[in-house]
């Protein structure tokens, strides 16, 4: 190929690439969750048959299966907080949070879902249905149905609920809030709960 004409080509390329995109415009913050009890560092400990806690990732419906704010703004509608985005989904952020919390508040090691086999100890997943804002009452509002094994395959389900007011308009900061104050309010009755 000629090198004269090889070289507008390659130009007419590379001035495309700024104008080119694929998703998204990222805003210029991300949410992230932020768990009011934190485990404390340690040395490492050797593991007790039965102590570590395996905590899964909960599944969520088609509403939280990305990473905006949801608002309920109805009873059969659903809007999305303008430039608010998780850093994760909501699924993996409230796992996370969980995991850290129920180590904090009762001693216990948690492990991941791919670490669960290595435990015969309690074993925990479940359902978020609700991770985000509930516009007619000005809150944030998290519903975690959970399931327990505990050891000798003993099986508990229980519903967690919390609510915290969304301070001032609802925009990505006061959602944000909420929403984390709510989830560590239902991580904490989880871990409670784990830890009876």
């Known amino acids: 190929m000629n090198t004269a004409r090889a070289l507008p080509l390659v130009a007419v390329s590379l001035a495309l690439v700024g104008c080119v995109s694929f998703g998204a415009k990222v805003p210029p913050q991300l949410l992230r969750l932020t768990a009011s009890s934190a485990a404390p560092a340690n040395g490492g400990v050797v593991l007790a048959k039965g102590i570590a806690v395996a905590v899964s990732y909960p599944s969520a419906p088609?509403?939280?299966?990305?990473?905006?704010?949801?608002?309920?703004?109805?009873?059969t509608e659903v809007a999305y907080v303008k430039d608010a985005q998780w850093i994760d989904s909501p699924a993996h952020l409230f796992r996370d949070l969980l995991a850290e919390t129920i180590t904090a508040r009762t001693g216990r090691p948690t492990l991941t879902p791919r670490e669960a086999a290595l435990t015969t100890g309690p074993r925990i997943g479940g359902r978020i249905s609700e991770f985000g804002i509930d516009a007619g009452g000005h809150q944030a509002s998290v519903v975690y149905d959970a399931t327990l094994v505990r050891a000798g395959d003993q099986i508990e389900t229980r519903r967690f609920t919390a609510k915290a007011p969304v301070s001032g308009n609802v925009d990505e900061a006061s959602a944000g809030a909420?929403?984390?104050?709510?989830?560590?309010?239902?991580?904490?009755q989880v871990a409670d709960w784990v830890g009876r």
């Open 62 to 75: 088609v509403e939280l299966s990305n990473n905006r704010v949801p608002v309920r703004v109805g009873a």
């Open 178 to 188: 909420a929403i984390n104050a709510a989830a560590n309010d239902v991580a904490v």
